[in-house]
Nanobody, 119 residues
Framework: QVQLVESGGGLVQPGGSLRLSCAAS????????MGWYRQGPGKQRELVAT???????NYADSVKGRFTISRDNAKNTVYLQMDSLKPEDTAVYYC?????????????WGQGTQVTVSS
């Protein structure tokens, strides 16, 4: 059974920092592209950042220079360091594991963790 368990969300003031973690089980973690997505109030879910098995990263323009995604394959965990947080970063943040093997797509989601940026 695949599980992605996020942690680290909470309430933070504008300009503050949070570090999200996502612990994966039930998959060969090192073979998956891991990502963070978010869904703000009244908005569609959007990509925040992804990291490949080799460590290549991709970021949404809105978070470039402020957020950093990383992974520890030994701990089956992906992280999202969020700095200089803004009120518009308020959202539920979801961890994602994605892999394509012989045209078959494996796609798993965590339950989400709430991040609220407010004074």
């Amino acid at each position: 059974q695949v599980q992605l368990v996020e942690s680290g969300g909470g309430l933070v003031q504008p300009g503050g920092s949070l570090r999200l973690s996502c612990a994966a089980s039930g998959i060969i973690f090192s073979r998956y592209v891991m990502g963070w997505y978010r869904q703000g109030p009244g908005k569609q879910r959007e990509l925040v950042a992804t990291i490949t098995s080799g460590g290549g990263t991709n970021y949404a323009d809105s978070v470039k220079g402020r957020f950093t995604i990383s992974r520890d394959n030994a701990k089956n965990t992906v992280y999202l360091q969020m700095d200089s947080l803004k009120p518009e970063d308020t959202a539920v943040y979801y961890c994602n594991a994605h892999r394509v093997v012989f045209n078959y797509e494996y796609n798993y989601w965590g339950q989400g963790t709430q991040v609220t940026v407010s004074s």
